[in-house]
């Protein structure tokens, strides 16, 4: 065996350990995906989505989504199990009729506003009605809005 065959057949063998390396690696990497998602699966933040298929929400073009007129059912989640009615106008509160000398209150928000997890009667613009009688609210919230979509 020569000098240059030695050199090939080193190369061949280095090349070969470090495939194997690499393989090894790989393999154990995808094990360890295997194993973090069977016994820490992630939290699903696909929330709206699933909301809006059961027909509480529905696309808008200007907002991204936005409540469904007239919508109506048990709206629920892993903590909470809710009655949720939307008005004719797809909000979650009722439409206080105009009086005069009442306050008129515009509610915008996030979840938080429109009531996620409660029953409708508990929603924090109900809530401010009975505690202030003189006070009309509107509630316009839906669930993950943003400072640009109220």
């Known amino acids: 065996m020569n000098i240059s065959e ?3 057949s080193k190369l061949k063998t280095v090349v070969f350990t470090l495939l194997l390396i690499l393989a090894g690696a790989a393999l154990a990497a995808v094990m360890g995906e295997a194993f973090l998602r069977w016994f820490y699966p992630l939290p699903r933040y696909n929330y709206m989505r699933q909301h809006v298929q059961r027909g509480f929400f529905e696309y808008d073009p200007m907002l991204g989504w936005k409540g469904k007129p007239g919508a109506k059912g048990i709206f629920a989640g892993r903590s909470f ?3 949720v009615t939307h008005n004719e ?4 509160s009722s439409v206080p009729p105009f009086v005069a000398g009442k306050r ?3 509610l915008l928000g996030d979840s ?3 009531g996620y997890g409660v029953e409708d009667d508990e929603i924090p613009s109900e809530q401010m009605m009975r505690m202030r009688p003189e006070l009309n ?3 316009l919230s839906a669930p ?3 400072t640009g979509q109220e």
């Open 6 to 8: 030695r050199r090939r």
């Open 81 to 83: 199990y809710s009655r």
């Open 89 to 92: 106008r797809g909000h979650r």
């Open 104 to 106: 008129n209150v515009l």
């Open 112 to 114: 938080f506003g429109w």
């Open 137 to 139: 609210m509107y509630n």
């Open 144 to 146: 993950g809005y943003g």
